[in-house]
């Protein structure tokens, strides 16, 4: 997260106060100094040093501003689960059940899981999706999905098993073999997600893709302390 961002919530932080609830205690000292530096300018003075002390001790924190990036990670988590299990309703009752089968065998939403696991259950998800109605012209999800494969995936079969299920899913892009038709390939590229999610990736002549520095997205790394909150969502 930017530091401005940091700064951003440490003005507003609300601090619970007897009888009055939580307020923006920095926010209202800030308007009481600024109102009367009108009268008497050393108040604009003693206002710049309580900023100063004041947001030293909360963005100026690491344990703060940690507190405030694994907040995010939740919120970005619920957020993104909220879309996967509205997309999963929309599934009849067989790819439900497929799309299931699939997370059960990798254990999602129990632990960690492998690198990727997520990744791959999301374009499991959107190619079923996809085989039962026509692709939308700007999918939303897209970019993420495609960044997130360039980040996450290091083994070179993996990372082309993430770019063919993107590109199918692109409705701009055309099919990587001209002489199948898109359901087939579709349905190729759900069968080796199937297999290979969960288990050790097979071993490849090509030597791995270096791991980009940029962090992964926490929505498919989800931290320990929501686990739960995945199962209260299922």
Same mark, same amino acid.
């Given at each position: ?98 799309? =299931? *089968?699939?997370? &059960?065998? /990798?254990? $999602?939403?129990?632990?960690? @899981?492998?690198?990727? !696991?997520? %990744? ?30 360039a980040v996450e995936l290091t083994d070179?079969?993996?990372?082309? =098993? *993430?770019?063919? &299920?993107? /590109?199918? $899913?692109?409705?701009?892009? @055309?099919?990587?073999? !001209?002489? %199948? ?54």
């Open positions: 997260m930017p530091w401005w961002t940091y700064l951003k919530a440490g003005f507003w932080q609300r601090v619970s106060l007897p009888l009055v609830g939580p307020v923006p205690l920095n926010a209202a000292a800030a308007l009481g100094f600024a109102l009367a530096g009108c009268d008497e300018p050393i108040f604009w003075a003693a206002g710049a040093t309580w900023q100063v002390a004041w947001l030293g001790g909360t963005a100026g924190r690491t344990a703060y501003r940690r507190r405030l990036a694994e907040a995010g990670q939740r919120g970005a988590w619920r957020g993104l689960e909220e879309r996967r299990l509205q997309l999963y309703q929309q599934l009849p009752a067989p790819q439900r059940q497929r799309h =299931l *089968a699939l997370r &059960a065998h /990798a254990k $999602l939403g129990e632990t960690p @899981g492998e690198p990727g !696991a997520e %990744l791959f259950a999301w374009l499991h998800l959107k190619l079923l999706l996809a085989q039962i109605g026509p692709r939308p012209a700007a999918d939303p999800d897209l970019p993420r999905l495609h960044a997130a494969a070179p079969a993996r990372a082309r =098993l *993430a770019d063919e &299920a993107v /590109a199918l $899913l692109a409705p701009r892009q @055309g099919l990587a073999d !001209a002489t %199948l038709s898109w359901q087939a390939q579709a349905e190729a590229v759900l069968e080796r997600l199937e297999r290979g999610l969960g288990s050790p990736a097979a071993p490849s002549s090509s030597p791995p893709r270096a791991a980009t520095q940029i962090p992964p997205p926490p929505i498919f790394a989800p931290p320990s302390d929501i686990v739960r909150d995945r199962k209260m969502l299922e």
